[in-house]
């Protein structure tokens, strides 16, 4: 673009807010914590308890180096938090260790938003199934100490005051589809899945160059009304 279109059209590169698609993101937050709760004198019936952060609010993250992203915070407001899996690694082959269903009392899983982010709170059944016991130690080891989430946007901003580098911001998140326990909160300091890298990458790549597709045109829209006011201006003066 000429510099005095990027000019024109400065006033359209902030708050341009737009609908999106199932995206995965990582945070480097390692909280997740395995909690023992049985009391003396009380059968052990192999349920233990793990709670974490699957997805925190403000935490910048860099995507494919190509523009940064966070999570604003009330961006779950509304949010459908029933009928979530948690599972190892995003790994949906597998059993899910426990289930948020309706997110209540009567689930083996329970998600809430608090000052921090989106909070897990499971319950997993060490004895009957020996991913989750497997999970549990790993926890308690501190061998895995992270969580992901996968979810959809319903509303994000994009701030293209750094055209080479831009900013985005999730303001609203309609669905939580399922959470992670994640050997890796973080990918070589991006939020990118070693798992899936490639597709995260891709997807990333398509998505910025989607909203710089936007934001060429918005531009072109401004510069042409820009013209029409200076045409009518000559013209009536």
């Given at each position: 673009?000429?510099?005095?279109?990027?000019?024109?059209?400065?006033?359209?590169k902030k708050?341009q807010?737009?609908?999106?698609?199932?995206?995965?993101?990582?945070?480097?937050?390692?909280d997740?914590?395995?909690?023992e709760?049985?009391?003396?004198?009380?059968?052990?019936?192999?349920?233990?308890?793990?709670?974490?952060?699957?997805?925190?609010f403000?935490?910048?993250?860099?995507?494919?180096?190509?523009?940064?992203?966070t999570?604003?915070?009330?961006a779950?407001?509304?949010?459908?938090?029933t009928?979530?899996?948690?599972?190892?690694?995003?790994?949906?082959?597998?059993?899910?260790?426990?289930?948020?269903?309706?997110?209540?009392g009567?689930?083996?899983?329970t998600?809430?938003?608090d000052?921090?982010?989106?909070?897990?709170d499971a319950?997993?059944?060490?004895?009957?199934?020996p991913?989750?016991?497997?999970?549990?130690?790993?926890?308690?080891?501190?061998?895995?100490?992270g969580?992901s989430?996968?979810?959809?946007v319903?509303?994000?901003?994009w701030?293209?005051?750094?055209e080479?580098?831009?900013?985005?911001t999730?303001?609203?998140i309609?669905?939580?589809?399922?959470?992670?326990?994640?050997t890796?909160p973080a990918?070589?300091d991006?939020d990118?899945?070693?798992?899936?890298?490639?597709?995260?990458?891709?997807?990333?790549r398509?998505?910025?160059?989607?909203?710089?597709?936007?934001?060429?045109?918005?531009?072109?829209?401004?510069?042409?009304?820009?013209?029409?006011k200076?045409?009518?201006?000559?013209?009536?003066?």
């Open positions: 673009w000429e510099r005095k279109e990027k000019l024109m059209g400065k006033k359209n708050n807010r737009s609908m999106c698609s199932k995206v995965e993101r990582r945070f480097n937050i390692p997740i914590m395995a909690i709760n049985r009391a003396e004198g009380v059968e052990d019936d192999g349920i233990r308890e793990v709670k974490g952060h699957a997805a925190v403000g935490q910048t993250t860099s995507i494919g180096d190509w523009f940064d992203e999570i604003e915070r009330g779950f407001e509304g949010c459908d938090l009928d979530v899996p948690l599972l190892t690694n995003h790994d949906f082959d597998k059993v899910p260790l426990a289930r948020s269903r309706r997110n209540n009567s689930s083996t899983m998600l809430s938003i000052d921090k982010g989106l909070l897990i319950k997993l059944d060490t004895r009957n199934n991913e989750a016991a497997a999970l549990y130690s790993a926890i308690s080891r501190g061998d895995v100490d969580m989430f996968c979810f959809v319903a509303e994000d901003t701030d293209w005051s750094d080479d580098h831009p900013k985005r999730i303001n609203k309609s669905k939580v589809y399922e959470v992670s326990a994640v890796f990918y070589e991006t990118i899945s070693a798992r899936s890298d490639k597709e995260a990458l891709d997807n990333a398509q998505l910025l160059e989607s909203k710089r597709e936007e934001e060429r045109k918005a531009v072109e829209t401004a510069n042409e009304i820009e013209m029409l200076i045409q009518n201006r000559i013209l009536g003066g």
